[in-house]
């Protein structure tokens, strides 16, 4: 049974920094491509960010494309999503996922992902 569990999320004003981290446990993690999706109020559930296995390859949203940077640490079996340069549209739930088959490619579908996390909100003011 996988579990992914998120933190570092807050409350923190526009233009400011966040780090997320998602650890899990159960299947061995370098194995297996993560992402990070984001849920806001009213809205659908959306990609941010995805790494692959090994952590060589990383895939960003258009919105959060050169403010974000994803990376894990294997050996911890952790993911993190640095945050920087954050804006009020930022402001959702985020949560982890880890991909449906080992060394997948990495994906910006939520198909892709079998296992979640809980979430951990962020709130950005203006």
């Known amino acids: 049974q996988v579990q992914l569990v998120e933190s570092g999320g807050g409350l923190v004003q526009a233009g400011g920094s966040l780090r997320l981290s998602c650890a899990a446990s159960?299947?061995?993690?370098?194995?297996?491509?993560m992402g990070w999706f984001r849920q806001a109020p009213g809205k659908e559930r959306e990609f941010v960010a995805a790494?692959?296995?090994?952590?060589?390859?990383?895939y960003y949203s258009d919105s959060v494309k050169g403010r974000f940077t994803v990376s894990r640490d294997n050996a911890k079996y952790t993911m993190y999503l640095q945050m920087n340069s954050l804006k009020p549209e930022d402001t959702a739930v985020y949560y982890c996922?880890?991909?449906?088959?080992?060394?997948?490619?990495?994906?910006?579908?939520?198909?892709?992902?079998?296992?979640w996390g809980q979430g951990t909100q962020v709130t950005v003011s203006s």
């Open positions: 996922a880890q991909a449906r088959t080992r060394y997948s490619g990495i994906s910006d579908s939520r198909a892709s992902y079998d296992d």
């Open positions: 159960g299947r061995t993690f370098s194995s297996y491509a």
């Open positions: 790494i692959n296995w090994s952590g060589d390859f990383t």
